[in-house]
DNA sequence: GTTAGATTAATGCAATTGCATCTATCGGAG
DNA sequence: CTCCGATAGATGCAATTGCATTAATCTAAC
């Protein structure tokens, strides 16, 4: 095999690759939002940011460490904040020490949301992802994944 | 172990490739759509819908066709065949044998557009997916993502 | 202390997506 | 032939996303 050659049959593996990461992505992810949606409950990022406020703690996160976490434009955070608080899950409150933010702090409501959505959420992840994996093959597809994810800055 | 350790040992695998998998997804597929966006390119569902055309041939493909090619909803369909052929990409021609229905075909300007968009995305491809993994991860990658892709019906 | 530049968050407006519904045609049962 | 349910595709309207810009505050240099 040529240096060429090789070059092209590894391309086509990347290619590979991409199709198939865009397709199941996308088909799993429609389906859990699906299942959520079937239940009831709110989209997946709602329950993203829930979580991530839950595990912050008390004093709650700053918008711009939750868009960090959540790898979402600002606008789209300041937005989803928007609907969050309107729901009553999120409080927006004065941030002690700076003047241009804000701490955001999950509420009782927004604690219970989360913890109502999560049985869902598992039970869709189980259907549509580790059903068809055996504990190796789990593993192995975690791993390789791994490989792609970029690390946070 | 258990039999209940072990389920639980599978459901954490399952999270722990449900996570990877979409973030793994999102990640690349934004550094994708930026490139192209970055070369003054249109996004990436329209390269979706002119490449299914091209492989169709001179007779182009019906829009349900095209809907399930790309697991598009209807909606969407219709209104992104609205973009393209409002740009000239694709020509909406009265389909022989049903009145309701039409046949979408690929102009000039269609073919020219995905030939000039293959290499930005081929090379995006190559950035974001192909340079992270070796052959054997690629191959091994792509085996483990067809296990969660489901076949079409 | 003033000021220039950076950071935090919101917002007006356009494009896209989702949902529900609508029109037109098809195809088979009677 | 006529009617009815099914299929193909479009569209009005609401929700979401993307883009550009704005307002307020902070930080550091002078």
Redesign the pocket.
């Known amino acids: 095999m040529t240096i060429k050659q090789a070059a092209q049959a590894d391309a086509n593996a990347g290619v590979r690759v991409w199709k198939r990461l865009v397709q199941a992505g996308q088909q799993t992810m429609a389906a859990v939002e699906a299942d959520l949606?079937a239940a009831g409950l709110p989209?997946l990022?709602w329950y993203d940011a829930l979580w991530e406020l839950e595990q912050a703690g008390e004093e709650g996160l700053?918008?711009?460490?939750l868009?960090r976490a959540m790898l979402?434009?600002?606008?789209?955070?300041?937005?989803?904040?928007?609907?969050l608080e309107a729901a009553g899950h999120v409080a927006?409150c004065r941030?002690p020490?700076?003047?241009?933010?804000?701490?955001?702090r999950l509420t009782d409501a927004g604690r219970l949301l989360r913890q109502t959505m999560w049985p869902v959420y598992a039970n869709a992840i189980h259907t549509h992802i580790t059903v068809h994996l055996n504990q190796g093959e789990a593993d192995q597809l975690a791993d390789a994944l791994a490989l792609l994810v970029r690390p946070r800055p």
Chains 1, 2 share one sequence.
């Open positions: 949606k989209p990022i700053r918008p711009f460490e868009e979402l434009a600002q606008y789209n955070l300041s937005r989803l904040l928007d609907r927006r941030c020490g700076d003047g241009r933010g804000q701490m955001i």
